[in-house]
């Protein structure tokens, strides 16, 4: 069998291609990673230098289009500053039950949707991603809870004639577990990017800076994208 | 409320304009018309003509490059002739539980997860489409089926946040009861395109082409598409 793994060049995906890889073998691995208006283009980077050390094709698709009418701070187009907090903090600073202003609509369900077209006629049976429990937690990102994913595998399944499901190996795990699973696995952690500024280093103040380096933290690692910088 | 229209410009998802125009009025209705790749424009002329009938806001999607790897007939880039078959008729022919070859892989799980990233960021609350149930008979679509839908409904409810949901007013209608719901609201089906082939008129002779005169016929009416013609 054949697997494509959504692969941003972060932690979480770039872990789950570690384990795509470790279990079907880099011949049948198909890396996928999505434009979709970041403001930069270090994830899609980051990507590349992991799919070349796995030796996995990589695809990419640009879906910024979809996007265009959305004001999410991650948007090249967008006015909205990224706030410089922790998701948790983000979650206690809001009102009420709305996505943080991270959120961009939809996204996994758009990224899942396209790889389900692309990994059928890829002749994959499975789409790997990296939607873990700290993402959905509070709702910040409704698009990685395993409700969500719960469904969307269903409906992949379904709408494929059965051909097709999801994996998504940390949608029960913290970030801190799956860094734990990779620390394992041997992933090259230094290749993978995060920030959400596209700076020459990672900011160490964006939410995912913070939350990254935590998760190492909690493994009693210093973060490999920022060695020496905090 | 708002609502989103996947719309082709055909007959069913051209009824289901129909519906959301009269329950939230035009000026609260988009419609959306996704180009795939098929190998002629007509549907999209269509889809903006029964935009401008209605006067409600039309929208384009270009999303040709995700099939880029697809072998449906339907696409552009594909060797394989389309069938001259009723989809009844298709099915018989064919092995197995397999999806026919005018199967566009997981197309409406596509269109409608880009959907759910456009309504979020439009305002929308609802998306329309018009999935029926001959598309769905014997997995011929299994994206038309009511597993699909309501699979899918769960994933865009749950991973927009509950802030949108899906309203297939077909999925348990044949294509007969959909004619029958747009005559009695008055769609300009002259307007519409459903042949698979991108002649000056509707070919007359492939699946899409019989079994829109079949449903016209059930009514007692002759499609307005085939007027003369057949």
Known sequence: ?????????????????????????????????VSY????????RAAEAVAGYYGVEQKFLDLSRIFEYSDCSLLARSTEEIPEESYAEQLEHRAGEAP??????????????????????????VIYYGAHADDS?????????PQFNDAMNEAIYQGSGRQLRIEAPFVNMN???VVKTGLGLGVPYELTWSCYEGG???????????????AFAANGVEDPALLGRV
Chains 1, 2 share one sequence.
Do not use: W
């Not at 208006?37 to 899609?44: A, F, I, N, T, V």
């Not at 937690?137 to 809870?145: E, N, R, T, V």
């Not at 020459?200 to 935590?214: H, L, M, N, V």
């Open 1 to 33: 069998m054949k697997a494509l793994v959504l692969s941003s060049g972060g932690v979480d995906s770039t872990t789950a291609l570690a384990l795509a890889v470790e279990k079907y073998g880099s011949e049948n691995v198909v890396a996928l990673s």
């Open 100 to 125: 943080v202003s991270t959120y961009v609509p939809f996204r996994n369900g758009l990224f899942l949707a396209s790889a389900a077209s692309m990994a059928l006629s890829l002749g994959c049976g």
């Open 137 to 145: 937690a509070g709702c910040a990102y409704p698009d990685c809870s």
């Open 200 to 214: 020459e280093e990672p900011c160490g103040k964006c939410g995912t800076c913070i939350d990254r380096a935590a």
């Open 175 to 177: 970030k801190a577990e």
């Open 37 to 44: 208006g970041q403001k930069h283009d270090k994830e899609l």
